[in-house]
């Protein structure tokens, strides 16, 4: 447990910068912040779960779910491109060759898969080195200026010029700031049922009956690993994936750049001529050989300003018309993930259904499943023995995290656009219903709505930065 003797009555000015979270967003920004401040500041990383530096993310045993980002452009620090892949060299698993031995899945061993896409790893082997980052920053310096608290936060009460921090064990520790880095909130469980488990915590999977279906709600990236995990649980029998379009991540592949596009300012300011000029480059791509997937990529240094250039109400159409497609393609699954699923589906083992979710109700050994198939007006009906629900991610608006729900109701913070993420400034200090800041700040997914590329550890590692400036500011 955190003794705030250790860092605030020898030194009862400097009292410790916290970071709530300890996922990828909150171990690199509590990793810059160490950096940035004045060395007799102590940094306080905040963790409900018993492994910091991982995250739900990156906690995962499972060899076979792989990072959705090649290792190449996966390194924490944005200074040093190739820290990730230097890394993998280093523990001795960059060894490529063995394996599968299928040259169109990719071919590797310990968590590392070499495809013609690229190199991809085990998101578990990507939380060892997010672990080891944080032993390294832990136990350099002297005295050590990171300290942890293993416990959950759940609510931030202004005290004069300090936050006081409070533990749902009763502890409180006064900080002189926060950063809120909580990453991905869950989504309302709705409709409820009691057959509904934890697509993360996978105990359950070995006891299933393989004459019996498992429903998953959603076909994104989440999807993916949940089939991925039932299959390597022992479970043979059918799953159902439903999803309001149907759609299911694209598949990495290989390919040629393609120069980022020079968008007019009229085309930056509306989505309808915003779309036709990318179809025109995916169309420009395609004749000199290149395939979407290069188009696409050229966007990334540019997303966020065309998002932030785009008007409300196009904004609003994007999030209610586009947002599927542009996932789906966007956010790509690594090539060995790809074709087990594609497997799956061409075995009817997986089936994909576009619909409309209308209820679940409870039976005496099943979970009866009542959903509107896509374009259809009659209902249909499926009994399965477990659900797991994958269906993204939680927006503020509303959330159930007792902290936020917290900070909301004392005008701390507020929802920002669309209710998705956070209201904040430029400078990423979170704003409050006054408009007043309070000490607190954040980064990674809670972002999201203000802007849009803040998700992945290209984008966040980047925001560390940028906050641990914007909070050294003010120190």
Request: aromatic fraction near 6%; charged fraction near 20%; proline fraction near 8%.
């Amino acid at each position: 447990m955190f003794d705030q003797d250790e860092t605030t009555k020898s030194e009862p000015r400097h009292h410790p910068i916290a970071v709530i979270g300890a996922g990828f967003s909150g171990t690199m920004a509590a990793v810059q912040l160490l950096a940035r401040l004045p060395q007799h500041q102590p940094v306080l990383l905040c963790e409900r779960a018993e492994r910091f530096g991982s995250g739900r993310a990156y906690s995962t045993e499972n060899p076979d779910h792989l990072l959705n980002v090649r290792a190449a452009n996966m390194s924490a620090y944005p200074d040093r491109p190739s820290h990730f892949e230097d890394w993998l060299l280093e523990i001795g698993e960059g060894e490529m060759g063995a394996g599968a031995s299928d040259p169109a899945i990719g071919h590797g061993r310990d968590g590392i898969r070499q495809t013609p896409a690229g190199t991809f790893a085990a998101r578990g082997l990507y939380g060892d080195y997010l672990a080891g980052i944080l032993t390294e920053a832990m136990t350099s310096g002297t005295p050590p200026r990171l300290h942890l608290l293993n416990d959950l936060i759940i609510d931030i009460v202004p005290d004069e010029n300090r936050l006081v921090l409070v533990a749902e064990g009763g502890q409180r520790v006064e900080v002189a700031g926060a950063v809120l880095a909580m990453g991905n909130l869950a989504p309302p469980h709705e409709p409820a049922s009691r057959f509904r488990v934890d697509p993360w915590r996978p105990e359950p999977y070995g006891r299933l009956h393989p004459d019996h279906p498992v429903l998953i709600i959603g076909t994104g990236l989440s999807m993916v690993d949940a089939v991925i995990s039932l299959r390597r649980h022992g479970f043979s029998g059918q799953i159902f994936a439903l999803s309001r379009r149907g759609q299911i991540p694209a598949v990495h592949e290989r390919t040629d750049p393609w120069p980022r596009p020079d968008f007019t300012a009229a085309e930056a300011r509306s989505l309808n001529r915003l779309l036709a000029r990318i179809r025109r480059e995916v169309a420009s791509a395609a004749q000199a050989g290149i395939g979407w997937r290069g188009v696409i990529d050229a966007l990334r240094p540019v997303t966020d300003a065309l998002w932030l250039g785009l008007p409300q109400a196009d904004k609003a159409r994007f999030l209610r018309h586009l947002r599927p497609f542009w996932d789906t393609h966007r956010h790509r699954a690594a090539p060995p993930v790809g074709a087990a699923i594609a497997r799956e589906i061409k075995a009817g083992a997986l089936q994909i259904q576009a619909c409309k979710l209308v209820a679940i109700e409870d039976q005496a050994g099943e979970a009866r499943v009542i959903y509107r198939p896509r374009g259809a007006s009659e209902r249909k009906t499926l009994g399965v023995q477990l659900i797991l629900d994958v269906r993204g991610v939680g927006r503020v608006a509303d959330t159930a995290d007792p902290l936020l729900r917290n900070l909301i109701g004392r005008g701390l913070v507020q929802a920002g656009p669309f209710g998705l993420g956070l209201a904040v400034r430029p400078d990423l200090t979170v704003m409050g219903a006054s408009g007043t800041p309070a000490r607190l700040w954040t980064l990674g997914p809670l972002l999201r709505g203000a802007y849009w590329e803040c998700t992945a550890v290209p984008d966040i590692r980047n925001q560390a930065v940028d906050l641990a400036q914007s909070v050294a500011a003010t120190q």
